[in-house]
C-alpha cells in the first residue's frame, strides 16, 4: 500500500512549464543542482493531441512518453543527469480524462469516438458537462461529467485504476519521484486511493484541487492521500501584495483558513491562475516586476508549505500561446530574457529566498516578528535566519531584534553566490539588534551561515 513521501522543510521546487526535456536537463547541470533546488515539476510526458497552444499537453492520447517536451530516450537522459545533481522530478499526471473530439496525436496516431490506443468506449462515464453552478452544488457531476469537454475516464473502473498505476508505475521505475495529479477534484479521493494503493513505491503526491471554499467539494477531502495545492494561498498572497498591507500577513496561517502546513503545496501563481486560466483572479506574476520578486522572497524565507517556484514564458497576451520555439539553453546563448523564456527561478533575490529555506528550514517557529502596521515587516526564523520587506513607497530605516548572535552577515538576496559577500551586510550587535535599511521595493534575508569572518 502506499507510503506517503513528505518533502523536507528547506526544499524548494520549480515548474518549468513547457520547457523541453534536454533544457531541463542543462538547467539541472547549469542552475538547479549548483543553487540547491530540490525538485522540478514537468510539464506532461505523455502522448497529447497536436496543436500549438500549451494546453495541448492536458488532452491525452496515450500514455507513450512522446510529447513536445521531447521523446523517451530525452526523458531518461533528463531524469538521470538531473538525479546526478541531486534534483527530483515530478511528472504533470493528466489521468482523470483523455483528449476531446476526434483527431490527431503529436505521434501522429488517430483517435476519436472514444477510441484510444490504451482506452475504448466502455472505460468513460456517459458524457456530460461540467456547468459552472456544478461547482457550488453538484458534487456527483463535478466527478463523473466532463471537464470542458475531455472525455472523462472511469476512475472507479478496475480496469482504468490499473492502467493509469502502470503508467506511474512505470514513470517510478524510470526514476520519477513525484507526481501532480491534474484535476484531482475531478476525481473521487477514493479512487485516486485505489489508485495509490498499487503504485510499488512511495513518490511524493500532490493532487491539484481549487478550493477557495464555497464549493460542494473542499480540498480536506484529499489530504489523506497525500499533499494538495493550496490555491487560497495563491490568491491571498497576491491580493496582500498587490493591494494590501504587509502588516496584515502576520499569523496568516490563522486567518487565511489553509490546510495543515505539511499537506499544503503553495505558490505564487500557476500556469493556469497566471493567464486567466482555472477560474485565475488578481495573481501576481512575473509581469508585476519587482513585486512578483518580493511575493517569491515571501512565500520561500516563511516556513508555510512546500514552495513551488513559477517559471513562466512571454505569451504577449496571447492566453493560449505556446511557449518561444528557441529552446532555453541555445547552444551558446542562453534564451531569459523578457521577450522569451522569463526563468524566474534565475531572479537573483528569489534563488536567494531559496538558498535562505535551505539553511534556515530546521527552525520552523517564527520570532520577533515587527511590522510599521503597513507595508514593512521583519521577522525571524528562529535564531538561524533574519528577514526584512519593505514594499511600501518609503525608505525602511530601523533598529530591530534579530535573534541572531552578533557579527557582521552577508545578504543572501542581493550576493551574486552562496560563497562570496557582494551584496549588503548587515552588522548585528551584542544585544541581537541591528539596524535595518531599505530602499522601497526591496528585501533582505540573512543567515547563520553566511557571516563574514
Ligand atoms: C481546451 C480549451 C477549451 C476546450 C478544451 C477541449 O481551452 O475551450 O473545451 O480544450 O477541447 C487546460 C486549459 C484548458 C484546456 C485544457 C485541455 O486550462 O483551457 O481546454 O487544458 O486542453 C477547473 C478544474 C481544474 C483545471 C482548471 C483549468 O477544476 O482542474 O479548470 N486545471 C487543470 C490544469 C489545466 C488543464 C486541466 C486541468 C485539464 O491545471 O491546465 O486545462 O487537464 C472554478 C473551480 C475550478 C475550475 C475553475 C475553472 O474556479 O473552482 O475547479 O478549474 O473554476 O473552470
Ligand atoms: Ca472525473
Not at 482506452?119 to 458534487?139: G, L, M, Q, R, T
Not at 490555491?231 to 496582500?240: E, I, N, P, Q, R
Not at 506574476?285 to 513562466?312: I, R, W
Not at 522569463?342 to 520577533?368: D, L, N, V, W
Request: negative net charge; hydrophobic residues 35%; contains cysteine.
Amino acid at each position: 500500500s502506499h507510503v506517503m513521501a513528505t518533502p523536507s522543510s528547506t526544499s524548494t521546487f520549480v515548474h518549468l512549464f513547457e520547457w523541453s526535456w534536454a533544457d531541463i536537463a542543462n538547467e539541472c547541470e547549469a542552475f538547479l543542482g549548483p543553487q540547491g533546488f530540490k525538485a522540478v515539476q514537468i510539464s506532461p510526458p505523455n502522448e497529447h493531441i497536436a496543436g500549438e497552444q500549451w494546453w495541448t499537453r492536458y488532452q491525452p492520447v496515450s500514455y507513450e512518453l512522446t510529447s513536445r517536451g521531447g521523446n523517451r530516450a530525452q526523458f531518461i537522459d533528463m531524469i538521470k543527469r538531473c538525479k546526478a545533481q541531486g534534483i527530483d522530478i515530478y511528472v504533470d499526471a493528466v489521468i482523470n480524462h483523455m483528449a476531446h473530439g476526434n483527431g490527431i496525436s503529436i505521434a501522429g496516431k488517430t483517435y476519436g469516438n472514444k477510441q484510444y490506443p490504451i482506452y475504448e468506449p466502455k472505460d468513460f462515464h456517459k458524457p456530460c458537462a461540467i456547468k459552472s453552478e456544478d461547482y457550488v452544488n453538484d458534487a456527483w457531476r463535478v466527478q463523473n461529467c466532463e471537464l470542458v469537454g475531455l472525455h472523462d475516464l472511469d476512475t472507479d473502473s478496475p480496469r482504468v485504476q490499473t492502467t493509469i498505476a502502470g503508467y506511474l508505475n512505470e514513470l517510478v521505475k524510470l526514476g520519477v519521484a513525484g507526481f501532480r495529479l491534474d484535476a484531482s477534484k475531478h476525481m473521487p479521493a477514493k479512487d485516486i486511493a485505489a489508485i495509490l494503493k498499487q503504485l510499488q513505491h512511495s513518490p511524493l503526491i500532490f493532487q491539484e484541487v481549487i478550493d477557495q471554499g464555497g464549493e460542494a467539494i473542499t480540498a480536506d477531502t484529499y489530504l489523506n492521500n497525500g499533499m494538495v495545492t493550496e490555491f487560497k494561498y495563491s490568491v491571498k498572497l497576491s491580493h496582500v501584495f498587490k493591494k494590501g498591507r504587509l502588516a496584515s500577513l502576520k499569523g496568516f496561517e490563522k486567518d487565511w483558513d489553509l490546510m495543515p502546513s505539511d499537506k499544503a503545496i503553495v505558490f505564487t501563481d500557476n500556469h493556469d491562475n497566471q493567464r486567466g486560466h482555472g477560474g485565475a483572479g488578481d495573481i501576481v506574476t512575473f509581469q508585476d516586476g519587482k513585486l512578483y520578486e518580493l511575493a517569491n522572497v515571501f512565500m520561500l524565507t516563511y516556513p508555510y508549505g512546500y514552495p513551488k517556484v513559477m517559471s513562466s514564458y512571454n505569451f504577449n497576451g496571447d492566453t493560449d500561446a505556446g511557449g518561444p520555439t528557441e529552446q532555453v539553453h541555445q547552444s551558446d546563448k542562453l534564451n531569459c530574457n523578457d521577450q522569451l523564456w522569463q526563468c524566474e527561478h534565475r531572479k537573483p533575490y528569489i534563488t536567494g529566498a531559496m538558498r535562505f529555506r535551505a539553511q534556515t528550514g530546521k527552525s520552523q517557529s517564527i520570532q520577533h516578528w515587527w511590522d510599521n502596521d503597513k507595508n514593512q515587516i521583519a521577522f525571524s526564523r528562529g535564531d538561524l535566519g533574519f528577514v526584512a520587506i519593505n514594499r511600501g513607497s518609503q525608505v525602511m530605516n530601523v533598529t530591530l531584534q534579530t535573534g541572531l548572535p552578533a557579527g557582521v552577515y552577508c545578504d543572501e538576496l542581493s550576493r551574486t553566490s552562496a560563497n562570496d559577500c557582494s551584496g549588503k551586510t548587515v552588522s548585528i550587535a551584542r544585544d541581537g539588534k541591528a539596524n535595518i535599511a531599505l530602499k522601497p521595493m526591496d528585501a533582505l534575508a540573512i543567515h547563520r551561515f553566511a557571516q563574514v569572518n
